[in-house]
Nanobody
Framework: QVDVVQSGGGSVQPGGSLRLSCATP????????MGWDRQAPGKQRELVAR???????SYLDSVKGRFTISRDNAKNTAYLQMNSLQSEDTAVYFC??????????????WGQGTQVTVSS
């Protein structure tokens, strides 16, 4: 089990930007893949973006070109930069730290979740 600490989020108008941060204090951050899932009311949780330990990334189709996931191993922190936010991006965002085994991702820890609200 890995401790995952999130920060960032909040409320913004459509077209605005927010940045989420995620850290794994006390753990070897560099070995973990880091990702953000989100869950909107009444909807299933979905994977938004993931960055692997080698820096490779993947994104949900609806956020491609608007969201950027990155990591700074020296700061033990991953970031999700969200630009051109839309009302459909409103959700609770959860960060995870995990590893791959047999091609599947296994989360070792989850953050507490942070609310992102996009509204005029």
């Amino acid at each position: 089990q890995v401790d995952v600490v999130q920060s960032g989020g909040g409320s913004v108008q459509p077209g605005g930007s927010l940045r989420l941060s995620c850290a794994t204090p006390g753990s070897d951050f560099s070995i973990y893949a880091m990702g953000w899932d989100r869950q909107a009311p009444g909807k299933q949780r979905e994977l938004v973006a993931r960055i692997n330990s080698d820096g490779s990334t993947s994104y949900l189709d609806s956020v491609k070109g608007r969201f950027t996931i990155s990591r700074d191993n020296a700061k033990n922190t991953a970031y999700l930069q969200m630009n051109s936010l839309q009302s459909e991006d409103t959700a609770v965002y959860f960060c995870s730290a995990g590893r791959y085994s047999g091609g599947f991702y296994y989360a070792s820890g989850w953050g507490q979740g942070t609310q992102v609200t996009v509204s005029s």
